[in-house]
């Protein structure tokens, strides 16, 4: 799998936590949280999550992401130095270890383009979980079709950086009729007429049917099936897909 200038390109890298506060996927993370000893935050990014996780000191947190740029970030951020931070691919990393939490989100599974990726993504989760211990993760539903509202129009907006001041960003996007995949493009114009920092990007859009049965063959069970961060059940409308559910 090919890296991602979006995640590994300290000039695009820099955006990230402008675009990416911290939301209702946290909030409901931070609350599945409670109570467990051990929390895992596979595809931490920035390490915004995991850095407030480990705020409890009685509770050990290890965040991991392939991408050093945002792992850099992430060490630098406050809490940071409570966490183990390992740079690794979600697909194969080893711990060594079993966590009474994993979490997963960001939509930061769509980025596993292929099911033998996707499939090692769940069987890592698998093997890193306590006999008691839950997983959660975020995909958007597919029947949705949100790469459909990722045009240049629809999504223009100005962002405020720190150094550059007003910056403006905007996104495009093209589905493949035959994979399913859809590449998208995030662009940053400095100034004006100012340099434009920009990259392509890939995600899969996995159907609930695919999820179900990629899980259980991983050795996963699903106990909910939710359709957003609100907490509300799953329906095929809804525009997300968050699993949550423990070893079978």
């Given amino acids: 799998m090919q890296a991602d200038g979006l995640y590994n390109d300290p000039d695009l890298v820099q955006f990230y936590d402008i675009e990416n506060e911290w939301g209702d996927d946290f909030e409901y993370c931070k609350n599945l949280a409670a109570g467990c000893s051990s929390t895992l935050d596979l595809g931490c990014g920035t390490g915004m999550f995991a850095a407030s996780m480990a705020q409890d000191t009685r509770r050990e947190v290890v965040g991991v992401d392939a991408a050093g740029p945002m792992l850099d970030i ?33 939509h930061a599974f769509q980025v596993f383009l292929w099911a033998q990726d996707q499939s090692a993504v769940l069987r890592t989760i698998a093997r890193h979980l306590t006999t008691e211990g ?11 079709e949100a790469w459909k509202t990722w045009t240049p129009h629809a999504s223009e907006r100005l962002i405020k950086h720190p150094i550059f001041g007003e910056v403006l960003a905007w996104n495009d996007a093209s589905q493949d009729p035959q994979t399913g995949i859809v590449t998208y493009g995030t662009y940053y114009r400095i100034g004006t007429n100012g340099r434009i920092y920009s990259s392509r990007s890939k995600l899969a859009f996995p159907s609930r049917e695919n999820l179900s049965s990629m899980m259980h063959d991983a050795g996963l069970v699903v106990e909910r099936w939710l359709g957003n961060w609100a907490g509300l059940p799953f329906s095929p409308t809804d525009r997300e897909i968050i699993p949550i559910g423990r070893l079978r």
Avoid: H
């Fill in 74 to 106: 992430a060490a630098r951020r406050p809490g940071g130095e409570r966490v183990s931070w390992v740079q690794d691919d979600a697909r194969k990393v080893q711990l060594n270890r079993r966590f009474d939490l994993i979490v997963l989100t960001g």
């Fill in 134 to 144: 839950r997983f959660i993760f975020d995909s958007r539903n597919p029947l949705v």
